[in-house]
């Protein structure tokens, strides 16, 4: 069953933020907890792209290629009127 839930993404080091929806069990596995976001939102939040690693990404259909952060955001679980419900730093986009 695919859940998708809302989060605010928030790069504490630059004070801004961004909502988003996330896929939560999408079956990928990493060592550390990655939420993958697009460039523009990656920009949003104040990561800048020039400081990020290229990494290759292997799906179903081949292997592609992402730009992972070594900042971590903080990743706050919103409700349905887009409150915060919980909140868990340590999270690493890309």
């Given at each position: 069953m695919v859940v998708r839930v809302r989060?605010?993404?928030i790069n504490e080091s630059t004070g801004r933020s961004s909502e988003i929806i996330v896929l939560v069990n999408g079956g990928a596995k990493s060592e550390v907890p990655v939420i993958a976001v697009t460039p523009s939102i990656?920009?949003?939040i104040g990561l800048d792209l020039d400081d990020m690693d290229l990494i290759?990404?292997?799906l179903a259909s081949g292997v592609t290629h992402n730009y992972i952060s070594r900042n971590t955001v903080l990743a706050q679980l919103l409700?349905?009127?887009g409150q915060g419900a919980i909140s868990g730093a340590?999270?690493?986009s890309f």
């Open positions: 989060v605010r993404l990656a920009r949003d290759e990404v292997e409700d349905d009127v340590g999270v690493h």
